[in-house]
């Protein structure tokens, strides 16, 4: 008997005969697409790397069911998954929807038995990845992600919490350790060596990926910065925030897939964000149709760069100096002006 056979007995892949079954008896799904099934529709969406994502519609809505593979939908049952994940997602969504609701899909339904969780059909939305190479604005996109990142890392830090409850939160996330170690492989380890999934243009980046594996002060600073990553439980991270997690309009911005969210080091999620505009912005010349067409682009994401740290840091920032609740920096020790100051 394998793994996923001991730890969830009753699990199986949903399809397209068993989906419409499954969210019919779920009442506010029900409410949400329409009383009537006669009236739903069924599609899979089959663009995820991870797992089964379905959408129904009905005469009232939509919702989104995605369900947890035991493995690697973009590699195969050769590279093993926790269907565990799906338990963290709806954690880590749940966690943050105490905060930030308006910037998450709305969940509706958790099935711990089938590692499926329901969610709002995010719409006209489109992946913010799909969009920065369309050369679509996003007015919001810098403000509404400073805010995310801002309330979910510091509502979930000692900054803010006692010691016994962020304690036990963490204890609840440290059992995510699978997908951690992709993480802890892929980003911090497996570019600086031989590594089966690694992948470059060759002959011609040939030397480049030998000088990565060569160059002793880069793998240095990597390790450290990999350090920081296991050992530094600063707060809840979604783990995984680049421009796939992001689902956006020019109005509206949605942070989706956190289920390689732990405790980690908060500017992992911070440098993820900046790190994927960055990206965006290196990439614009290659979706030019004529030189120089995608200049104002490259400058907007610049531009969002910088308003994104900032929006960030200022609302950080306020959100201490309003709620200096938890067991670091205790606000007992700082209630004398000079002591405050020290702070600055």
């Known amino acids: 008997m394998n793994k996923t056979s001991d730890t969830f007995p009753e699990y199986r892949p949903l399809d397209e005969n068993s989906v419409i079954s499954f969210v019919g008896q779920i009442q506010p799904v ?12 069924m599609r899979e969406v089959g663009d995820g790397n991870l797992n089964l994502v379905f959408i129904v519609t009905g005469e009232k809505g939509a919702v989104v069911i995605k369900q947890a593979l035991p493995y690697l939908r973009c590699v195969g049952e050769a590279w093993a998954l926790p269907l565990e994940r799906a338990y963290f997602e709806n954690e880590a969504l749940s966690e943050a929807a105490k905060f930030v609701p308006h910037l998450l899909p709305k969940l509706y339904h958790y099935d ?6 329901v ?64 993480t802890e492989d892929l980003v911090f380890t497996d570019p600086y060596r031989i590594a089966k999934l690694n992948r470059w243009t060759t002959p011609q980046l040939d030397d480049i990926a030998l000088q990565f594996r060569q ?40 942070v989706i897939d956190p289920e390689f969210a732990f405790y980690g080091p908060m500017g992992f999620d911070v440098g993820a964000v900046i790190g994927n505009l960055l990206l965006a912005f290196l990439s614009q010349e290659g979706h030019e149709s004529s030189p120089g067409q995608r200049k104002e682009y490259r400058a907007w994401l610049l531009q969002t760069v910088e308003e994104t740290w ?13 709620n200096a609740t938890g067991d670091a920096y205790h606000a007992s020790l700082f209630a004398d002006p000079v002591s405050l100051e020290a702070l600055a």
């Open 30 to 41: 029900r409410e949400a697409l329409g009383a009537n099934p006669e009236t739903w529709r």
């Open 112 to 117: 711990a038995k089938l590692a499926a969780i």
């Open 119 to 182: 969610m709002e059909f995010l719409s006209p939305h489109i992946i913010l990845r799909k969009g920065f190479i369309q050369g679509i604005r996003y007015p919001r996109l810098a403000g509404d992600i400073a805010e995310f990142m801002a309330q979910t890392l510091f509502k979930t830090s000692d900054l803010y919490l006692d010691a016994a409850t962020k304690k036990a939160r963490m204890a609840i996330f440290c059992r995510n350790t699978e997908l951690c170690k992709i």
């Open 215 to 254: 160059d002793g002060p880069l793998k240095t600073a990597a390790q450290r910065l990999k350090l920081k990553f296991l050992t530094s439980a600063e707060a809840l991270i979604h783990g995984d925030l680049h421009s796939g997690s992001i689902m956006a309009t020019p109005e509206d911005t949605r």
């Open 310 to 322: 900032n929006r960030f840091e200022q609302r950080f920032l306020e959100l201490w100096h309003e």
